[in-house]
């Protein structure tokens, strides 16, 4: 099993360019969520999905948006790239409720937003 | 609303050495307690959990008891090992569905030999 994997692992955007990430896990779990990691500020939930076809909004979803048309892929889009996007996205999927079910998470993107 | 604090460091350590990192909540309801760390250049990982009170969590020699009385969850290893060196984060998911896991900022630890 590959478990979480991202694309690309790293990208530089120019500001108002667009892009998509795609998280794929082959595990078969329900639940999906996009994370921004940046400095001395942990990790902070920008949307997830409870199933496919289903999206929610996570602490910080303004500025991105994405969709669940497969179980198995999350797409993270953002549709004008702005310097305060620059950070790491970091994609985890669980079998069920994130109170007792672990999230397990992929290895990351790095994207620059100049 | 909820939220972790953490000792932030970094702090650097010697192999064999005794390690406790500290973490307290707020939380409105009774939440679940996790620890996940982060290797270098990878993505976090499930270190230990615990999902009501009292109850102790333990992996690879780390172990963290969940404190209601004190809102706590530290973290500790009796003797840290070169290949603890990594970034270890405190985490809650409380009991309203909102899905969401609040970390708190993430503590660096370097073990030297």
């Known amino acids: 099993n590959a478990g979480v994997t991202q694309t690309p692992k790293f990208r530089v955007l120019k500001t108002g360019q667009s892009m998509t990430l795609l998280c794929a896990q082959d595990?078969?779990?329900?639940?999906m969520y996009w994370y921004r990691q940046d400095p001395g500020m942990g990790l902070r939930l920008i949307h997830y999905?409870?199933?496919?076809?289903?999206?929610a909004k996570g602490e910080v979803p303004d500025g991105y948006n994405v969709s669940r048309l497969k179980k198995q892929n999350f797409l993270l889009g953002l549709e004008s790239a702005a310097p305060s996007q620059t950070s790491v996205y970091f994609c985890?999927?669980?079998?069920?409720?994130?109170?007792?079910?672990?999230?397990?998470f992929g290895p990351g993107t790095r994207l620059t937003v100049l | 609303g909820d939220s972790v604090t953490q000792m932030e460091g970094p702090v650097t350590l010697s192999e064999e050495a005794f390690l406790t990192i500290n973490c307290t909540y707020t939380?409105?309801?009774?939440?679940?307690l996790f620890w996940y760390v982060q290797y270098p250049g990878e993505g976090l990982q499930l270190l230990l959990k615990?999902?009501?009170?009292?109850d102790k969590g333990s992996n690879k020699g780390f172990e963290a008891t969940y404190r209601k009385e004190t809102t706590s969850f530290h973290l500790e290893k009796g003797s840290v090992q070169v290949s603890d060196s990594a970034v270890y984060f405190c985490?809650?998911?409380?009991?309203?569905?909102?899905?969401?896991?609040?970390f708190g900022k993430g503590m660096k630890l370097t073990v030297n030999p």
């Open positions: 985890a999927s669980s079998e069920g409720e994130t109170r007792t079910d672990t999230q397990y």
């Open positions: 595990m078969n779990h329900e639940y």
């Open positions: 999905s409870v199933g496919e076809g289903t999206t």
């Open positions: 939380a409105t309801g009774y939440p679940s």
């Open positions: 615990a999902t009501k009170a009292d």
């Open positions: 985490a809650l998911s409380d009991q309203g569905g909102s899905e969401k896991l609040v």
